[in-house]
């Protein structure tokens, strides 16, 4: 029933918010997670926004931009998961931030950035253009996704990936 509410959601209707909302809840509990957010951006002018997050308790940090903003130029250089993600590749699932390759992460621009011990970072790409990041994280400790994990985020993937170019071509500048 959410699946339908977000694939029938216009990206200008008044229950958007909610509707996001309740999805990234329960993609949240689903995944057992601290936080999941949505980084939506335009492939033409690489301007980027978060504009839906959950966290399961309020001493979480919130990731929200409230408005469109460059990614600076050097992202896809400190960050290899982005440059992942803007080269359409599969999405990456992290089970400790501290002991991952050099190639998958820089450890200190995820310690810096997000501060998370364990991360989905779930490309949502259309024809080899990223138009957004679903991001699903742990904080305290490592943590195995598992195989049933491994396929609700790809159905995530699935269901978003449109809401995505919807949203960005109906609000990005």
């Given at each position: 029933m959410l699946v339908c509410q977000v694939l029938e959601a216009s990206p200008h209707s008044e229950n958007l918010a909610q509707v996001m909302a309740d999805l990234l809840a329960t993609l949240g509990q689903r995944l057992q997670c601290d936080r999941i957010f949505l980084y939506?951006?335009?492939?033409?002018s690489t301007l980027g926004r978060v504009p839906f997050c959950w966290q399961a308790r309020p001493s979480i940090p919130k990731v929200y931009d409230p408005n469109w903003?460059?990614?600076?130029?050097?992202?896809?250089?400190?960050?290899?998961?982005?440059?992942?993600?803007?080269?359409?590749?599969?999405?990456?699932?992290?089970?400790d931030v501290e002991t991952a390759s050099p190639r998958v992460l820089n450890r200190d621009f995820e310690r810096d950035t997000f501060g998370h011990r364990a991360l989905i970072h779930a490309h949502l790409c259309s024809g080899q253009?990223?138009?957004?990041?679903?991001?699903?994280?742990?904080?305290?400790?490592?943590?195995?996704?598992?195989?049933?994990?491994?396929?609700?985020?790809e159905q995530a993937v699935s269901w978003l990936t449109p809401f995505a170019i919807d949203y960005v071509s109906a609000h990005a500048p």
């Amino acid at each position: 029933m959410l699946v339908c509410q977000v694939l029938e959601a216009s990206p200008h209707s008044e229950n958007l918010a909610q509707v996001m909302a309740d999805l990234l809840a329960t993609l949240g509990q689903r995944l057992q997670c601290d936080r999941i957010f949505l980084y939506l951006r335009s492939p033409q002018s690489t301007l980027g926004r978060v504009p839906f997050c959950w966290q399961a308790r309020p001493s979480i940090p919130k990731v929200y931009d409230p408005n469109w903003k460059p990614e600076y130029a050097a992202l896809a250089k400190d960050d290899p998961m982005f440059a992942a993600a803007l080269n359409a590749q599969p999405s990456i699932f992290v089970e400790d931030v501290e002991t991952a390759s050099p190639r998958v992460l820089n450890r200190d621009f995820e310690r810096d950035t997000f501060g998370h011990r364990a991360l989905i970072h779930a490309h949502l790409c259309s024809g080899q253009k990223l138009w957004g990041i679903l991001q699903a994280c742990v904080f305290d400790a490592p943590r195995v996704w598992s195989w049933s994990d491994r396929q609700l985020t790809e159905q995530a993937v699935s269901w978003l990936t449109p809401f995505a170019i919807d949203y960005v071509s109906a609000h990005a500048p």
